[in-house]
Nanobody, 123 residues
Framework: QAQLVESGGGSVQAVGSLRLSCAAS?????MGWFRQAPGMEREGVAA???????PYADSVKGRFTISRDDAKNTLYLQMNSLKPEDTAMYYC????????????????????WGQGTQVTVSS
């Protein structure tokens, strides 16, 4: 089992930045960030695999950067140029094994989830 704890959410004005962190209780080769806005389905934002593969959702490409520090078992999401439409609960997710590239932004790929951290972007 892996426990995931997110932090770093908050309220920010548009074009501002936030950095999310996810502390994991153990190493997992596949990790990702997802988000869910009110009334919407959860969607994949970014993921990182142990071989360095990092897919991003089209809506965040060029603005968000995912990274991981395996020495600390911590996942990060640097979010720049934030927009009101980025407002959502952000979740960290992890999987015990490699996932294929096409599975990395799919919710069903992951077997561990954090409780989420709220990000609110005002215009």
């Amino acid at each position: 089992q892996a426990q995931l704890v997110e932090s770093g959410g908050g309220s920010v004005q548009a074009v501002g930045s936030l950095r999310l962190s996810c502390a994991a209780s153990k190493y997992t080769p596949t990790m990702g960030w997802f988000r869910q806005a009110p009334g919407m389905e959860r969607e994949g934002v970014a993921a990182v695999r142990a071989d360095g593969t990092k897919p991003y959702a089209d809506s965040v490409k060029g603005r968000f950067t995912i990274s991981r520090d395996d020495a600390k078992n911590t996942l990060y999401l640097q979010m720049n140029s934030l927009k009101p439409e980025d407002t959502a609960m952000y979740y960290c997710a992890a999987r015990d094994s490699f996932a294929s590239y096409f599975e990395l932004l799919e919710e069903q790929t992951y077997n561990y989830w954090g409780q989420g951290t709220q990000v609110t972007v005002s215009s």
